[in-house]
């Protein structure tokens, strides 16, 4: 697989197959004004199969959204065809906004406005709790 096709943008690459369409809907990636790619079940040495979507712009990634999908995600910072870095996700130890409590009894599906937040309880097991109700997300 080569980058040729991009000047300016991401090449998101070692995306677990079948994740590349929560990471384009959770990121909105439909509504950006450049071209975006979405290559599914591409060849991989390391994975066997693996997802790649490229971002035809250097428009600001939420990391802590790309790794929460998927933290094994690397991301190839594209620069005048070239890679000009390569980064890494860690997994953020709180998520705001990003996912809703499904505990209907929580605080959160009654005050709306408040914020919705995750605390990273467990890394061993990528174990989010919310914030409020300690409700595991799923
Ligand atoms: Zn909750």
New binding site residues.
């Given amino acids: 697989m080569n980058i040729d096709t991009i000047k300016n943008g991401y090449v998101i690459d070692h995306i677990t197959s079948g994740n590349a369409m929560k990471i384009y809907d959770l990121l909105e990636l439909g509504t950006l004004n450049c071209q975006v790619a979405i290559i599914t079940n591409a060849k991989s040495k390391k994975m066997k199969v693996k997802d790649i979507i490229k971002v035809g712009k250097l428009i600001e990634l939420d990391m802590d959204k790309l790794a929460y999908i998927d933290p094994n995600i690397t991301i190839n910072v594209v620069k005048n065809d070239k890679i000009i870095d390569k980064k890494n996700l860690i997994l953020p130890e709180k998520l705001v906004n990003v996912c809703k409590?499904n505990?209907p009894r929580?605080i959160?599906s009654t005050e709306k406005e408040l914020d919705q937040i995750f605390i990273l309880t467990d890394k061993s097991t990528n174990t989010y709790r919310?914030m409020?109700?300690e409700?595991k997300l799923k």
Wanted: hydrophobic share 0%.
């Fill in positions: 409590c505990n929580c959160t919310c409020y109700c409700s």
